[in-house]
């Protein structure tokens, strides 16, 4: 099967697929700053350069650490729970 | 009725009905027509009101037909026939009749032009779904049903109740949009009939318990029709109802949280359409016309990656019979496309540009931004990197990758499923992509014209920004979303424990009250009620009786007696007559002589 082997051989090259995500990143972040037209842009603070690399990053962080809190403040509990 | 119009449900609920005749060879071709032939009969409805019927005092409406429920009529048909593909090699013709008539309610709620007939398909979609869950037999799946349609029902008699009043109010039946800027206690009852279906908080926990039980394609049907047909009925009544904006927005973000806690992955799926609905919510809170359209578009959008999600965890579920994430991992191996399907759902659902959720989730945000409601925009794209973070990325990674080896049997069961599920997956991939690159698709379907244009260079920009970041605080912080084997409480606990509340009051006080009652009931009165039986039993042997036996012991004696003289001589017995009669006459001669 092709796809097995596609994924076989990424996983295999695994840092190098790291690496050249990083540069995507990068690039995405300089063509927003260069390029990308910010006249239609909601509020100031989103023409910062980078802006809403910083949300999505710090909204990820702070989903998974809020979320993890306020399970762990009791909402997660053993599985058979409900089984009286 | 004026003129026959052809109801698409009717097409559904006849087609169900005689499936059990259909002879095994045909069954299949059988399954496949009967929902293409609902589609091809959605695509020929001409706008318009049909399906007048009288029925005693009122007039029911089973046919108004205009764009928007064009739109969602569209939708749902098509999503018919890619859920009866999936589930084509299911034998049993059971499930399939609960699913066809569960998706013509769907369809009739839709078309519905009056108030009794929106709650009449509304209540058959409940009655015929949570079939979808009993169905899979397992012993948690009757009591998840049960309550299932407990809830349903609660959801129901609001609506009725609020209907009935506000009906009798207005003077009409019609179901039009009401007066959202000053609401009654009636308009509120339908409102929360409408949102227990969309799954608003405090109302949604009925959702992800049904949803995380139903059978491998139950749950596929499921998640297109209950909350979607609800979505219609909020945009056709509700539209611009302030409430639904903040509603919405908590919505979005309470699946994200509930989603970082579960362990099961299609219970996970499910909050994430708690999540994507509260962006329909929060696109009929707003309003305007872009909103609405955002809120059309989004169900549309929503109703196939969600299908498409549901289908890939289903055949997750199906092959290996396993769905928790710490009991799955690693299946890339055994299970390379339903990985490549699901991921495809998975990017559709986060909106990423080229894919369907970037086309109709942006909508919604771009009209709060309009409106100048910015926290609703930058809540809602924290939503959306919450969205991409589950689906998107613990979904795909911790069941095909992660570092979690399944047990054995789990592994030995694993492979891709039948080539129909393969097939309906494949169909409804496709279908993501395409409402993602061609976007007049969709837009010229949407109510109001669009003038809205999703491909510009800062809204991809935005939205690759925040969405491949979220993918690096994933990476980062992989060990925190490390599932755990836990359940989440959430508020279906109420009325789970208290449920279990009521057993124990059945069983503990009741009972011991009960007890009490008997025994007191033998104490005071039974025991000494026996006593007097005693007695007045010995009073009956001794006294009664004896007198009673005596008299009749006498009576036999002396009827033995006269036995005996009896010979049957008639000469005998005369003499002895006249002897007796002239005894009593010289007696009684003797006597009065003296």
């Known amino acids: 099967m092709k796809l097995v082997q596609l994924i076989e051989f990424l996983r295999h090259r695994l840092k190098t697929v790291v690496r050249i995500c990083f540069g995507l990143l990068a690039l995405l972040i300089l063509l927003d700053a260069v390029l990308v037209d910010k006249e239609h842009a909601h509020t100031h603070l989103e023409r910062l350069p980078a802006f809403w690399s910083i949300f999505g990053f710090l909204g990820c962080v702070l989903i998974i650490i809020a979320s993890k809190w306020f399970g762990h403040a009791g909402i997660m509990t053993r599985e058979d729970y409900y089984d009286e | 009725m004026n003129s026959?119009?052809?109801?698409?449900?009717?097409?559904?609920?006849?087609?169900?009905?005689?499936?059990?005749?259909?002879?095994?060879k045909l069954k299949k071709a059988y399954l496949l027509l009967i929902p293409l032939l609902v589609f091809v009969r959605t695509l020929n409805l001409s706008a318009g009101v049909f399906g007048h019927v009288q029925f005693l005092d009122w007039g029911l409406i089973f046919g108004r037909v205009d764009k928007l429920s064009l739109v969602f009529g569209y939708i749902m048909s098509l999503m018919c026939i890619l859920g009866t593909l999936y589930g084509l090699h299911v034998?049993?013709?059971?499930?399939?009749?609960?699913?066809?008539?569960?998706?013509?309610?769907?369809?009739?709620?839709?078309?519905?032009?009056?108030?009794?007939?929106?709650?009449?398909?509304?209540?058959?979609?409940?009655?015929?779904?949570?079939?979808?869950?009993?169905?899979?037999?397992?012993?948690?799946?009757?009591?998840?049903?049960?309550?299932?349609?407990?809830?349903?029902?609660?959801?129901?008699?609001?609506?009725?109740?609020?209907?009935?009043?506000?009906?009798?109010?207005?003077?009409?039946?019609?179901?039009?949009?009401?007066?959202?800027?000053?609401?009654?206690?009636?308009?509120?009852?339908?409102?929360?009939?409408?949102?227990?279906?969309?799954?608003?908080?405090?109302?949604?926990?009925?959702?992800?318990?049904?949803?995380?039980?139903?059978?491998?394609?139950?749950?596929?049907f499921m998640c297109a029709f209950t909350t979607k047909t609800a979505v219609y009925a909020l945009c056709r009544?509700?539209?611009?109802?302030?409430?639904?904006?903040?509603?919405?927005?908590?919505?979005?973000?309470?699946?994200?949280?509930?989603?970082?806690?579960?362990?099961?992955?299609?219970?996970?799926?499910?909050?994430?359409?708690?999540?994507?609905?509260?962006?329909?919510?929060?696109?009929?809170?707003?309003?305007?016309a872009m909103a609405i359209n955002g809120a059309?578009?989004?169900?549309?959008?929503?109703?196939?990656?969600?299908?498409?999600?549901?289908?890939?965890?289903?055949?997750?579920?199906?092959?290996?019979g396993e769905s928790k994430f710490t009991e799955l991992g690693g299946l890339w191996k055994k299970m390379p496309w339903t990985f490549v399907f699901t991921l495809i759902g998975g990017l559709s659902i986060s909106a990423f540009p080229l894919f369907s959720g970037f086309v109709s989730?942006?909508?919604?945000?771009?009209?709060?931004?309009?409106?100048?409601?910015?926290?609703?925009?930058?809540?809602?794209?924290?939503?959306?990197?919450?969205?991409?973070?589950?689906?998107?990325?613990?979904?795909?990674?911790?069941?095909?990758?992660?570092?979690?080896?399944?047990?054995?049997?789990?592994?030995?069961?694993?492979?891709?499923?039948?080539?129909?599920?393969?097939?309906?997956?494949?169909?409804?991939?496709?279908?993501?992509?395409?409402?993602?690159?061609?976007?007049?698709?969709?837009?010229?379907?949407?109510?109001?014209?669009?003038?809205?244009?999703?491909?510009?260079?800062?809204?991809?920009?935005?939205?690759?920004?925040?969405?491949?970041?979220?993918?690096?605080?994933?990476?980062?912080?992989?060990?925190?979303?490390?599932?755990?084997?836990?359940?989440?409480?959430?508020?279906?606990?109420?009325?789970?424990?208290?449920?279990?509340?009521?057993?124990?009051?059945?069983?503990?006080?009741?009972q011991a009250t009960d007890t009490l009652v008997g025994e007191l009931y033998r104490r005071v009165g039974l025991i000494p009620l026996m006593k007097t039986a005693r007695l007045a039993a010995l009073f009956d042997n001794n006294a009664i009786d004896g007198l009673v036996d005596g008299l009749a012991q006498s009576v036999r004696g002396f009827g033995r007696r006269l036995r005996l003289a009896q010979r049957g001589q008639m000469q005998e017995n005369l003499a002895f007559a006249f002897a007796v009669a002239a005894l009593v006459i010289v007696a009684v001669v003797i006597y009065s002589s003296r």
């Open chain 2, 91 to 220: 034998k049993e013709n059971a499930q399939h009749i609960a699913a066809w008539i569960y998706v013509a309610g769907s369809i009739g709620a839709i078309y519905a032009g009056d108030y009794l007939t929106l709650f009449l398909f509304w209540e058959v979609m409940a009655f015929s779904s949570v079939f979808l869950v009993w169905f899979r037999r397992r012993p948690e799946s009757l009591s998840a049903g049960l309550r299932y349609l407990l809830v349903h029902v609660a959801g129901g008699l609001a609506l009725l109740a609020g209907m009935v009043i506000y009906c009798r109010t207005k003077g009409s039946w019609a179901f039009d949009a009401v007066d959202v800027h000053h609401p009654t206690a009636a308009i509120y009852l339908i409102l929360i009939g409408f949102m227990l279906n969309a799954a608003v908080p405090p109302l949604h926990a009925w959702l992800p318990d049904a949803y995380g039980e139903a059978t491998f394609n139950g749950s596929v």
């Open chain 2, 296 to 320: 059309c578009a989004h169900a549309f959008a929503h109703i196939l990656y969600k299908g498409l999600l549901f289908m890939g965890c289903g055949a997750v579920l199906h092959m290996t």
């Open chain 2, 361 to 510: 989730k942006s909508m919604i945000v771009a009209a709060g931004f309009e409106e100048h409601k910015y926290w609703v925009g930058f809540l809602l794209l924290l939503a959306s990197a919450g969205t991409f973070l589950h689906t998107g990325l613990k979904v795909p990674y911790f069941i095909w990758f992660g570092k979690n080896q399944p047990k054995p049997e789990v592994w030995n069961r694993a492979a891709e499923p039948p080539v129909n599920m393969t097939v309906a997956m494949a169909i409804a991939s496709a279908l993501c992509i395409f409402i993602g690159c061609y976007t007049p698709y969709l837009y010229k379907m949407l109510p109001f014209p669009v003038d809205y244009q999703p491909y510009t260079a800062y809204h991809i920009s935005e939205t690759l920004q925040i969405l491949l970041f979220t993918g690096v605080g994933f990476f980062l912080l992989l060990t925190k979303l490390k599932p755990e084997p836990k359940i989440s409480l959430d508020l279906d606990w109420f009325y789970r424990m208290g449920g279990l509340a009521f057993l124990w009051l059945a069983r503990k006080p009741i």
């Open chain 2, 4 to 24: 026959f119009w052809l109801h698409p449900s009717l097409i559904l609920i006849l087609g169900a009905l005689l499936l059990p005749l259909v002879p095994g």
């Open chain 2, 237 to 288: 009544g509700f539209a611009g109802m302030e409430i639904l904006v903040p509603l919405g927005v908590i919505m979005a973000l309470y699946g994200v949280v509930y989603a970082v806690l579960e362990n099961d992955c299609r219970r996970l799926l499910a909050y994430h359409i708690i999540s994507q609905v509260g962006y329909m919510v929060a696109g009929v809170g707003l309003g305007t």
